[in-house]
């Protein structure tokens, strides 16, 4: 790619690269916490209760004493690995299913949808609930209630775009030259509907990033002593009047992280397909 072929991308698609850059920064954050956080999250000082940003916090100390820096960076890690996780999940169980049903159809299309219909009469809340019921609140639960609510949402959209390409001309040729379903769907429909899929996922991340801060806030998620911006949330509920800088860091870094996962989705599908924007330019 030439540099002007490079410069007019940037220009023609600026979400998909605010988006990139800002989700890059995040993810940056997370990974450091891996090796250094300003200081341990364990580390309780009663003390320094409630203290403002400063040089020696820089987001300043919770109702512990804890470094609210290195909470929001050990938290944002856990949220993205949720996240992460659960759409890896979804993806994975969701559209091998789309795929087999679309390729096969008949049967085995109509047990998919309806295993579809079925998933999506009980919200990620009532799944969490009834897991967390048998196996206890924690963050591999969470990953599990948000990843199962992904499986329908992944297979629909393999179906659908796999659909659309089953009837083009080299899937025929492919079928002539005595390719089976499975072949076929592997060879042909997945190549075509990556970038569906691509999409997706950064959509099911967004929204796997507030499921994850929902079930952590009302205590189906991370547990202490682990963190996560939906549990420092929580933590801070009955501190807002008084101290709501102690909410609004956590449910600022929220609202970030998803605006720039919702961008980048949308850029990189104007990107990928800019017959879509155009579609909607004119539905508009």
């Known amino acids: ?142 990953i599990i209630a948000i990843g199962i609510f992904n499986i329908p949402i992944f297979a629909r959209v393999a179906r659908g775009g796999a659909m659309s390409i089953k009837t083009l001309d080299f899937v025929a040729a492919a079928r002539l030259a005595g390719l089976g379903n499975g072949a076929i769907a592997y060879r042909h429909l997945l190549p075509n509907i990556l970038s569906l899929i691509i999409v997706q996922g950064t959509i099911q991340l967004s929204l796997g990033i507030l499921s994850e801060a929902g079930l952590s806030y009302i205590g189906l998620g991370t547990q202490p002593p682990a963190t996560s911006l939906g549990l420092m949330l929580r933590d801070a509920q009955g501190l807002f009047l008084i101290h709501p800088w102690l909410t609004l860091v956590p449910g600022l870094c929220i609202v970030l992280i998803v605006i720039a996962l919702n961008l980048a989705g949308d850029g990189l599908r104007d990107a990928i397909d800019p017959r879509l924007k155009g579609a909607q330019q004119n539905a508009a």
């Open 1 to 142: 790619m030439s540099a002007a072929t490079a410069r007019r991308f940037v220009f023609t698609h600026p979400s998909l690269w605010l988006g990139l850059a800002a989700t890059l920064v995040f993810t940056l954050l997370a990974l450091v916490s891996l090796v250094w956080t300003p200081y341990p999250i364990a580390n309780i000082e009663i003390g320094d209760r409630f203290l403002g940003p400063s040089a020696a916090h820089w987001l300043g100390t919770d109702n512990l004493g804890r470094d609210m820096a290195s909470l929001v960076m050990a938290g944002t890690l856990t949220s993205f690995v949720v996240a992460s996780l659960s759409v890896l999940i979804g993806a994975g169980i969701g559209v091998p299913l789309g795929l087999a049903a679309a390729a096969w159809g008949g049967a085995l299309e109509w047990l998919v949808l309806r295993l579809s219909d079925f998933i999506f009469a009980f919200p990620a809340i009532i799944v969490a609930i009834l897991i967390t019921s048998l196996y206890g609140p924690g963050a591999t639960n969470a």
